[in-house]
């Protein structure tokens, strides 16, 4: 059973183009992240959600658009892709908000933007 | 602002010997700290984490974090390395004061040879 599933795995797009990436977790989580990691495998958050709240909102362009229509799934959009936009995304779940709860990746989704 | 900061962008360790990877922390209060592994094009996987309490802590696959609050350290260690341990690790803290958002180290590529 996959706790944290992302889709597409790969995704390979022109400058321009609109795409999104879907994540689910079956794991009853209330909380829900993604991050980008960059080829220099750094790692950083962009958004959150908790019960379908917004929470974090990094200093993210507003080409980008998560959506959470539910609990156990939050997807992103990103409009007018760019090439710095090319990277790995990862959608990650935890139980809550408070500090001691680990949160759980998803396999990840690698955008390549040319 | 709370941080973590990895020393070491590789460690090379021989199979069967014992392997630290570092991590030093800087926070406002108590720390929550993580670590993580990721495998090669695969997501994060949880390891271990410092809430409270012993500061040893025991985490999966044989692996262990030693909390030192006067050296501001949280080190991951394992008594004899496998092959199949060869990974890039990640230290992170979750900031409780932003929406709980995990703040990640560069990362350490940990390289153990037979």
């Given at each position: 059973?996959?706790?944290v599933s992302q889709t597409?795995?790969?995704?390979?797009?022109?400058?321009?183009?609109?795409?999104s990436?879907k994540c689910e977790q079956n794991l009853g989580h209330d909380t829900m992240y993604w991050?980008?990691?960059?080829?220099?495998?750094?790692?950083?958050?962009?958004f959150s959600y908790n019960n379908k709240e917004l929470i974090?909102?990094?200093?993210?362009?507003?080409?980008?658009?998560p959506k959470s229509p539910d609990k156990a799934h939050l997807n992103l959009h990103?409009?007018?892709?760019?090439?710095?936009?090319?990277?790995?995304?990862?959608c990650?779940s935890s139980r809550g908000?408070?500090?001691?709860?680990?949160?759980?990746?998803?396999?990840?989704?690698?955008?390549?933007?040319? | 602002?709370?941080?973590?900061?990895?020393?070491?962008?590789?460690?090379?360790?021989?199979?069967?010997?014992?392997?630290?990877?570092?991590?030093?922390?800087?926070?406002?209060?108590?720390?929550?700290?993580?670590?993580?592994?990721?495998?090669?094009?695969?997501?994060?996987?949880?390891?271990?984490?410092?809430?409270?309490?012993?500061?040893?802590?025991?985490?999966?696959?044989?692996?262990?974090?030693?909390?030192?609050?006067?050296?501001?350290?949280?080190?991951?260690?394992?008594?004899?390395?496998?092959?199949?341990?060869?990974?890039?690790?990640?230290?992170?803290?979750?900031?409780?004061?932003?929406?709980?958002?995990?703040?990640?180290?560069?990362?350490?590529?940990?390289?153990?040879?037979?």
């Open positions: 059973d996959t706790a597409p795995k790969y995704l390979v797009t022109q400058m321009g183009n609109d795409k990436i991050y980008k990691q960059d080829s220099k495998k750094f790692l950083k958050i962009m974090i909102n990094e200093t993210v362009p507003n080409r980008f658009s990103i409009n007018s892709l760019e090439l710095g936009d090319s990277a790995v995304y990862f990650a908000l408070a500090a001691s709860y680990e949160q759980y990746f998803g396999p990840g989704t690698r955008l390549t933007v040319t | 602002a709370q941080s973590v900061a990895q020393p070491e962008d590789q460690v090379n360790v021989a199979e069967g010997n014992p392997l630290t990877v570092k991590c030093t922390y800087s926070v406002s209060g108590n720390p929550y700290l993580f670590w993580y592994v990721q495998y090669p094009n695969r997501g994060l996987q949880f390891l271990l984490k410092y809430i409270t309490g012993d500061n040893l802590v025991k985490g999966s696959y044989g692996f262990e974090a030693e909390f030192n609050k006067s050296q501001t350290s949280f080190h991951l260690k394992k008594p004899s390395a496998l092959v199949s341990d060869s990974a890039l690790y990640f230290c992170a803290v979750r900031d409780y004061n932003q929406g709980g958002k995990l703040i990640f180290g560069q990362g350490t590529e940990l390289s153990v040879k037979p």
